[in-house]
């Protein structure tokens, strides 16, 4: 079958994230492990400065936010209060001709086999929960689960954190960290995995009197848009969908699915939910701790409402590639470049001897290139040709390439080519620091 146009930028992207070391197959070496992935050394700070990028903004601008970094593996029974244990399900169907395995609630209203066309048995509800064993013992007792979610570290450490940072109602609580689910058709690159990262914030607030949770759920709302404008997304490409009663999970009472445009197909990027007190009463209940808030001016007792943005790690970097992915072709061939916001792209700038057989070209950049590094990353390239040098970091979407030239030697100027119109300025060396760091901001 041929591929469509959209599901050929896919693979472009795929390919150019192993060339360049952005995300590598997993295991690569053993034939991989399917549907994994490793972020490779340009990879990994992409996703680092997307997840700064978050914690820049929800923990450390506000006054009203903290962080916590909670265990992966937590005691069982906080899935049994969190409801996980009975409901995290999805609904398995399996091809009885071919046994291919799908979700029957992302067939797209078919109700045969999408490989084969056969028959499909009855769907049956399969947990998500990833389990393990803690201990050398292979045994019920030992049995332990990968969390899910980040969401219940918050929940567990609610008690902690009131008792340590005496937070005044609304706060939030925050944290970044890996997920895991034993999803049934894992997929689409790093858009679902079974082992994943997500930022999510438990945001508290007092038991609303009528529709009062509203303002902060819509406040949030807002937050989220301005985080995807923050990655570079076009907010044309970005749908809310309000999840109606019955589908939405346990513990909602109102979601909003924030959808992208994939290639392959509108799917949710990320979800913002008003948990009520589903969380903090039921951990009350199971653990037999006190998760009430006590109004400091009052003394009043209960338990705070939580509305819960989250935010998918994996495909926010998705998302990110697929938006800076753009290809210039001209008479003199192709230009493929990352057009990323200059706070995530990998590397800043980068810093060329016009001749790599010239010391006294070298010597002077290497000096540049070293200045700069103490503010922010910054890569070296003396192979080949200027044009090639361009070429290689407008595909890793380095925003500024820097050239030391003999002019440099006699007045102490550079030239600045910038990477998505390719025009060039000359500054003086002294002011590329405060003139890129500006830039970047
Ligand atoms: P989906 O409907 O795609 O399975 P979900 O509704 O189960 O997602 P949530 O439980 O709301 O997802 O998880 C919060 C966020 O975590 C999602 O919006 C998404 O960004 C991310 N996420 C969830 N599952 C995965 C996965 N398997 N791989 C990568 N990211 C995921």
Redesign the pocket.
Known sequence: MEKSKSEHIMDKIISLCKRRGFIFPGSDIYGGLANSWDYGPLGVELKHNIKQMWWKRFVHQRDDMVGIDAALIMNPRVWEASGHLKEFS?PLVECKKCHERFRSDQLGGKSACLVCGGELTEPLQFNLMLKTFLGPAEEKANEVYFR??TAQGMFVNFKNVLDTMRPRLPFGIAQVGK?F?N?IT?GNF?????E???M?IEYFIRPPVGDEWKEVFDGWKWEMTQWTADLGVNASHVHEVEIPDGER?HYSKR?I??EYDFPFGR?????L?YRTDFDLKNHEEYSGQSLKYRDPDTNEEFWPHVIEP???????VLVTLLEAYKEDTTEKGTRVYLKLPPKLAPYKAAVFPLLANKPDLVAKAREIYSALRKSFPVAWDDRGNVGKRYYAQDEIGTPWCITVDFQTLEDETVTIRDRDTGEQVRKPVAELDGYLGELIQ
Do not use: M
Request: without cysteine; proline residues 6%.
């Open positions: 999805d899910p979610e997920a689910r999803e894992p790093i858009f679902r995995t079974r994943f990262e997500q999510e999970a979601t699915d924030f799917k949710e990027l990320y979800g939910a989250t935010w998918g790690v994996d495909r926010s």
